[in-house]
């Protein structure tokens, strides 16, 4: 956007850094300082006067030193601090352009809000300012009546969903502005780091948006010049599709921008769209006819009417300063996502009596393919984002069980919620995604779940499909009660992952229960245990939340793990009774350590072929067969293939293990001993011809078999049986912003 010089003395900035926090070290954050101070260094550049900025900071100690050279009299960025600069003092500054920068930890708490971290966070207790609260304070008597014509605000920190345990532990964060707003019309200009439920990644000590911020700064203010923020958003959002792109990594910035130019509006990045082909012309000819044909001969009036229902969900102003055309109002609907479904629910709600037709209905899903309108969508994303990684993994979990393995984004609530929509059924059936609302809602407890379980009643009703949903709600009803009566473990895993981390082979370790889309914590051992310690506590697990000989253990492991004998481990040691973990329980190990997301789709092809599969299937890895190259090559021969089988000398299998993990072979036997006696044809005859899911519990009795004959080759069978779609549980990872 194009403004009137700006005089750089009238700029006040209010800068925020917190690297250290009150609990443990791996609370304490390395980069807000370096961005902080590189951020000023910006303004101070463009001719701000450095008593115009106020740096509030908790420095790491080996920061301290040049936070001091740069900005002597900083202050501290705790909670009184904060409050009282936001709350008081920049009540009498005198300046034209106020700038907010905030980099530090971030939360999303109850309710979905927003909590910037105070220094005073400890592990227990996570202490922070709201953050849509500080926009708030932009437009009170906190800032000067008279003066501030405008307001950039710039937050590079985490909105990440903490997980069930941890969230509870989150106060309500602070609400800064304690006065109402009295200047509606201030314009803010709100950058932020990630979207709803993601992470804000670090990358060599600095955060990667303002890295990437202050180079499209330093480019749009070149030669003195006002920087054009539209340009520099742009920019920043080009370079962060690049990064996809190149190492498919998921942060996704986001802006809004309220009253800049007297209009509430999010910045359409990008190109404009290409004008439409001649036969998307010639469908939105069908539907500019259709919809003149139900709003009547004088459609003045009506399309009024239906003007005003949209400007309720889209951000920007009608096209016409009057009453818009049908015409204005089918290209209104086009240029926004799920405008022209919203389109249609208008036109629905105006003319009940007469709905419109199935051949414009056709030109509408030609046109634009989406279903939901931008009201649901908008409300779809912000439910799953108040849902934690792990509650969004369950409703894909929940995907996976009615349809099959599909490609479907846990990480991003918007991306889920564009994935789940476009699952399109035939038409006159419910929509895919309103089914998998309802399995998950069935199966999963709280307030989430049965808001979810309402909006898709009210997508339902729109659909006029709210019979078939309440159908649908039933079946998933007493499938989940009949899941809930058949016992504990049935048809329960229990996930254990182990940290290398410490001699003597001592390890921390943490254990989950799953069952179906149901997860839950049972032990975190943060201090490293000697092998028997942590052998006695996961046999104490299990007997209390496993079923012998059904429920499946799953080691996740690091690549240099997988030859850990876990599936030996003694159970009650010492005991007349003992005997091996391994044969009490199906015992599998798992490892994504060297699986790259941009190689995923190669998992789940191969997990996709293990159902209806045998032993047989597994492609057989021959001992000369060992170099990363050659696995590759091989396994690239066997595109079908669920997985492959081996029975080299140790020295190789690292390599195996490498190439397989990373060419996304989702199961893996092998020989664990020093040099392996077996062929393939032996091995084959182990592994027998049963169905291919049975593979664990097969092993299973080959190791029973083995505990009563030491020679038995059974014994020695480890498996890679990886689930791409049943994760590991994420814990709380604060150490990103």
């Known amino acids: 956007m194009t403004r009137a010089p700006h005089d750089w003395r009238r700029t006040h900035a209010v800068i925020v850094a917190v690297e250290r926090y009150n609990g443990s070290d791996d609370l304490n954050l390395d980069g807000p300082v370096h961005d902080a101070v590189e951020m000023r260094k910006w303004l101070t550049g463009r001719g701000v006067p450095a008593e115009n900025i106020q740096l509030l900071a908790s420095p790491l100690e080996h920061n301290r030193a040049a936070l001091e050279a740069a900005h002597p009299h900083y202050r501290p960025a705790e909670r009184a601090d904060v409050r009282r600069v936001f709350q008081d003092e920049l009540r009498a500054i005198d300046a034209d352009w106020l700038w907010v920068y905030w980099a530090g930890h971030g939360v999303q708490t109850q309710g979905g809000r927003w909590s910037l971290l105070y220094p005073e966070t400890r592990d227990t207790d996570l202490q922070g300012a709201d953050a849509d609260s500080l926009i708030d304070l932009m437009r009170t008597e906190h800032l000067p009546w008279d003066g501030v014509d405008r307001v950039t605000v710039i937050i590079d920190a985490c909105r990440q969903a903490l997980p069930a345990g941890v969230h509870e532990l989150a106060d309500t964060p602070d609400l800064l502005a304690r006065t109402a707003q009295i200047r509606p019309e201030r314009p803010v200009y709100w ?310 981390s410490g001699p003597g082979q001592r390890r921390a370790y943490e254990v989950w229960s799953r069952r179906g889309a149901e997860v839950d914590a049972l032990a975190k051992v943060d201090t490293p245990a000697a092998p028997e310690e942590m052998r006695r506590g996961i046999d104490a697990l299990l007997a209390a939340h496993a079923r012998a000989t059904e429920t499946v253990v799953e080691f996740f492991v690091p690549s240099t793990d997988l030859e850990l004998d876990v599936h030996r481990w003694p159970l009650d040691a010492g005991k007349p009774q003992e005997r091996s973990l391994g044969t009490d329980f199906p015992v599998v190990v798992r490892c994504a350590e060297l699986r790259q997301p941009e190689r995923r789709h190669l998992w789940e092809r191969r997990w996709s072929r293990v159902a209806g599969a045998t032993p047989g299937d597994l492609h057989w890895l021959p001992g000369h067969t060992h170099s990363f190259a050659q696995v590759r090559a091989a396994m690239e021969r066997q595109e079908t293939a669920p997985g492959a089988m081996t029975a080299g000398p140790a020295r190789t299998r690292s390599e195996i293990f490498t190439a397989c993990l990373f060419d996304g072979v989702p199961v893996l036997v092998w020989d664990t001993g020093a040099e392996p006696s077996l062929d393939e044809r032996q091995l084959r005859t182990l592994l027998g011809s049963e169905p291919l899911e049975h593979l664990p519990q097969r092993l299973r009795k080959l190791r029973l078999e083995g505990d009563a004959d030491d020679g038995h080759p059974g014994r020695r069978l480890a498996l890679l049986w990886d689930d791409p779609h049943r994760p590991l549980p994420e814990p709380l990872d604060l150490s990103a912003p």
């Open 191 to 500: 950058m932020r780091a990630c979207q709803a439920g993601a992470v804000a990644k670090q990358r060599q000590g600095t955060g990667q948006f303002t890295s990437a911020l202050l180079r499209q700064l330093h480019a749009a203010a070149a030669g003195g010049a006002e920087p054009d923020l539209d340009r520099v958003w742009q920019g920043v959002v080009e370079e962060f599709a690049r990064a996809r792109d190149a190492d498919g990594g998921r942060q996704r910035p986001t802006v809004y921008v309220s009253d800049w130019n007297q209009d509430v509006r999010p910045v359409r990045l990008g190109p404009p769209a290409p004008p439409l082909d001649p036969e998307k012309l010639r469908f939105r000819e069908t539907l500019v006819l259709e919809a003149s044909g139900l709003l009547g001969p004088d459609p003045a009036g009506p399309a009024a009417r239906v003007a005003a229902r949209l400007r309720m969900e889209f951000t920007d102003a009608p096209p016409a300063r009057g009453t818009p055309s049908v015409e204005e109002l089918v290209d209104w609907a086009l240029a926004h996502e799920h405008g022209i479904a919203t389109l249609l629910h208008a036109l629905d709600e105006l003319t009940p009596d007469r709905r419109i037709g199935a051949r414009a209905r056709e030109a509408c899903r030609r046109l634009q393919p989406q279903w939901l309108t931008c009201a649901e969508h908008t409300e779809l994303v912000a439910l799953l984002a108040r849902l934690d990684e792990r509650g969004r993994e369950d409703v894909v979990a929940a995907a996976h069980q009615q349809f099959g393995p599909t490609a479907l984004p846990a990480h991003d609530p918007a991306a889920l919620a564009d994935a789940l929509e476009e699952l399109v059924p035939r038409p006159h059936q419910l929509p895919q995604l309103l089914s998998v609302v309802e399995h998950f809602a069935a199966f999963t407890e709280g307030a989430v779940a049965a808001e979810l379980r309402t909006w898709a009643q009210a997508c339902a009703v729109r659909l006029g499909m709210k019979e078939v949903l309440l159908d649908h709600r039933a079946r998933a009803a007493d499938r989940a009660e009949r899941a809930r009566t058949a016992g504990p473990a049935e048809g329960r895993s229990i996930q254990i992952r182990l940290h290398p």
